[in-house]
Every structure is written in C-alpha cells, then in structure tokens.
C-alpha cells in the first residue's frame, strides 16, 4: 500500500514539475484577418503550408536550390496573410479565406502548387509542419489582377 501511495505522488509530481516546464508554441495570425467573409464562392482545396526558419533555413526546405531570401515572387518580402497558388488559376492579387488561419493574398507561387491548391506562409518550420497537408472549404474573396 505504501509502495503505491509512494509511486503515486512521484508521479503526480514528475508530471506537475514537466507541464510547469512546458511552453506552447502559438501561431500568430493578425486578428482582422481571422473573421470569415459574409459572401464568395467556396473552393474545396488542398491547404499546405511553407516557412522562411533564418535561424535554421535547412528545416522549412531541407533540399533548397538556391538560398532563399524570403522575398514572394512578386517582389514582397513573404509574411503572414500571404500565399502561393497556380498562377494559372488564380493570378497575383487573388484574396481568400483560409478556415484556420485566415486571409491570404496570393503573392508567390511554387513549381510544387498546381491547381486547386494554396501553400499559406508561416513564421516558422515548426507552424509549417503543424499544418500539415489539409483539405478545407476556402473562400474565394477577390479573383487578382
């Protein structure tokens, strides 16, 4: 019985000692942006993600071809609320909503993006790889330029 209550309470505090030591890690996205849109057209689409890490420029592309300055494709130096589509489909300029992470413009495309997909940008690797590769109900705002 003794032995028990013994393992009990290193336990309950191993675990006490570990969640104070445990920071989560937030993604931040401007609050203007998280509001959905009261109307457009909804587009089931394949949502990934994509990162400039300075810190660790191998973890947002562990093979990259040139290195990467964090500039878009048009010119923009990459941040939140900015993503990468099909120019075919969708132009520079296009505006969407993203359940989950919010309002993007499209400013930069990928040899890898085709079709009805988007890459959204994160502030880093680790907010990359916790989107993950998902399929959503994006709302097309505004079609570009």
């Known amino acids: 019985m003794t032995y028990y209550l013994i393992l009990a309470t290193v336990l309950i505090l ?3 000692i570990l969640l104070c030591l445990w920071e989560p890690k937030t993604i931040q996205v401007p609050l203007a942006t998280t509001q959905a849109p009261s109307r457009g057209v909804v587009i089931p689409m394949v949502i990934t993600a994509y990162c400039v890490d300075y810190k660790r420029p191998h973890a947002c592309d562990p093979l990259p071809k040139r ?4 500039l878009t494709a048009t010119g923009k ?3 939140i609320g900015d ?4 120019w075919s489909i969708f132009p520079p300029g296009t505006v969407f909503y993203v359940p989950g992470y919010g309002r993007c413009v499209v400013e930069d495309k990928g040899k890898e993006v085709k079709g ?3 890459d959204v940008f994160m502030e880093s690797a680790w907010g990359a790889q916790m989107w993950g590769r998902q399929t ?3 709302t097309l705002i505004q079609y570009g330029r």
Do not use: I, K, R
Not at 67 to 70: E, I, K, L, N, R
Not at 83 to 86: I, L, S, V, Y
């Open 83 to 86: 993503c990468a589509a099909d």
């Open 14 to 16: 191993g675990l006490g």
């Open 136 to 138: 959503l109900p994006v």
């Open 77 to 79: 130096l990459a941040t």
């Open 116 to 118: 009805l997909e988007l």
């Open 67 to 70: 290195p990467y300055d964090g």
